[in-house]
């Protein structure tokens, strides 16, 4: 991840946030950059509307994005590698200089002797419970370790809600649908809750509310005229959310 110089083209391996926030990175420093991601959307975890404003963007700075497509093939050479790519229409081959391969984060749980004390883990996380406890007593979990959303401000909150739970103080349990989630690039995106399609998929009776950015001060002062905001607003029959879990 530090490379001895600038590449002057690069293939990013998926399109999640870590892939997205150095796309957008190298080719703001100048390399052509080419995304390929295997699911039909960009950013999958984010709403379908903003995924696709965001791509738009993307591609007018001169990045190229596939879509529906995966890397079947990779031949490194001295000093560039070659990619074959099928979209499920044919395939066709590129080269670059170098490749991020950005498909997953996992949680680094191996050699700590979790099984010998009989940890329970789950697709390579510890399973935790709200409070951060593990199934052995005494033995809490936090961050990347303990699954998604694998992201610093939801550790740190995860580290104040354990600590909080082992003095006694009663704290509130996580709820990862409070947690916001934020990718660093040009444009930023970031969301909380349910996006769309999740809350229809529930049933949920929903508004949708949009709002240019440009017209917010945020987008005044990173001097961006192409700003896009989306909310959703839904009626449920519970008590008022909490705030929202850490920050972003």
Same mark, same amino acid.
């Given at each position: 991840?530090?490379?001895?110089?600038?590449?002057?083209?690069?293939?990013?391996?998926?399109?999640?946030?870590?892939? &997205?926030?150095?796309?957008?990175?190298?080719?703001?420093?100048?390399?052509?950059?080419?995304?390929?991601?295997?699911?039909?959307?960009?950013?999958?975890?984010?709403?379908?509307?903003?995924?696709?404003?965001?791509?738009?963007?993307?591609?007018?700075?001169?990045?190229? &994005?596939?879509?529906?497509?995966?890397?079947?093939?990779?031949?490194?050479?001295?000093?560039?590698?070659?990619?074959?790519?099928?979209?499920?229409?044919?395939?066709?081959?590129?080269?670059?200089? #170098?490749?991020?391969?950005?498909?997953?984060?996992?949680?680094?749980?191996?050699?700590?002797?979790?099984?010998?004390?009989?940890?329970?883990?789950?697709?390579?996380?510890?399973?935790?419970?709200?409070?951060?406890?593990?199934?052995?007593?005494?033995?809490?979990?936090?961050?990347?370790?303990?699954?998604?959303?694998?992201?610093?401000?939801?550790?740190?909150?995860?580290?104040?809600?354990?600590?909080?739970?082992?003095?006694?103080?009663?704290?509130?349990?996580?709820?990862?649908?409070?947690?916001?989630?934020?990718?660093?690039?040009?444009?930023?995106?970031?969301?909380?809750?349910?996006?769309?399609?999740?809350?229809?998929?529930?049933?949920?009776?929903?508004?949708?509310?949009?709002?240019?950015?440009?017209?917010?001060?945020?987008?005044?002062?990173?001097? #961006?005229?192409?700003?896009?905001?989306?909310?959703?607003?839904?009626?449920?029959?519970?008590?008022?959310?909490?705030?929202?879990?850490?920050?972003?």
């Amino acid at each position: 991840m530090n490379p001895d110089k600038m590449p002057k083209s690069l293939l990013v391996i998926g399109s999640g946030a870590i892939g &997205i926030e150095f796309a957008s990175f190298y080719k703001t420093m100048g390399a052509e950059v080419t995304v390929v991601e295997v699911l039909p959307q960009i950013l999958p975890v984010e709403d379908a509307e903003i995924a696709g404003f965001a791509r738009k963007q993307f591609e007018k700075q001169g990045i190229k &994005i596939l879509t529906g497509a995966k890397v079947t093939k990779l031949d490194k050479e001295a000093d560039s590698v070659t990619a074959t790519i099928d979209d499920g229409k044919g395939t066709q081959e590129i080269r670059v200089d #170098r490749v991020i391969s950005a498909v997953g984060v996992v949680g680094n749980i191996e050699n700590f002797g979790l099984e010998k004390l009989g940890v329970k883990t789950e697709r390579g996380t510890i399973v935790i419970d709200g409070y951060c406890k593990t199934n052995v007593p005494g033995l809490y979990a936090i961050g990347d370790v303990a699954g998604p959303p694998m992201l610093a401000h939801k550790a740190e909150h995860e580290g104040v809600i354990c600590v909080e739970a082992i003095k006694g103080m009663k704290p509130h349990p996580m709820d990862k649908n409070l947690i916001p989630g934020c990718t660093y690039c040009h444009p930023q995106v970031a969301s909380v809750g349910l996006t769309e399609a999740k809350a229809k998929e529930q049933k949920r009776e929903i508004r949708v509310g949009r709002f240019p950015l440009r017209r917010q001060r945020q987008g005044d002062r990173a001097g #961006r005229g192409s700003g896009h905001g989306q909310g959703h607003l839904r009626q449920e029959d519970r008590p008022a959310p909490r705030r929202p879990h850490g920050r972003s």
